[in-house]
Nanobody
Framework: QVQLVESGGGLVQAGGSLRLSCVVS????????MGWFRQAPGKEREFVAA??????????YYPDSVKGRFTISRDNAKNTVYLQMNNLKPEDTAVYYC????????????????WGQGTQVTVSS
């Protein structure tokens, strides 16, 4: 089993920044990557970012909607993944989830086997 605990969400004005953290514990040896997704009310879960875990040189992946504003990073020693979000917009408002990837496309939610409980991010205009 793998446990993921997110933190760092909150209320911020448009143009502001937040940093989310996700601490990973449990049986993580076969994990390929870590990802962040978000889900707004009435919408499907959306890919936000992913970072490879098992390689020394981290590879990162973003959709166009957040590229240049969001940065995913990792601290292998702390088994923690971060999501730095800058220049936030009201449309970034959602519950943000951390997830552990084992196989398949980094961009697809079904490729992730374990999920955190989510942290709310609200961006006011």
């Amino acid at each position: 089993q793998v446990q993921l605990v997110e933190s760092g969400g909150g209320l911020v004005q448009a143009g502001g920044s937040l940093r989310l953290s996700c601490v990973v514990s449990g049986r993580t040896s076969s994990r390929n990557a870590m990802g962040w997704f978000r889900q707004a009310p009435g919408k499907e879960r959306e890919f936000v970012a992913a970072i490879s875990w098992s390689w020394s040189a981290a590879m990162t992946y973003y959709p166009d909607s957040v590229k240049g504003r969001f940065t995913i990073s990792r601290d292998n020693a702390k088994n923690t993944v971060y999501l730095q979000m800058n220049n936030l917009k009201p449309e970034d408002t959602a519950v943000y989830y951390c997830a552990a990837h084992y196989r398949g496309s980094y961009y697809d939610a079904p490729s992730y086997d374990y999920w955190g409980q989510g942290t709310q991010v609200t961006v006011s205009s």
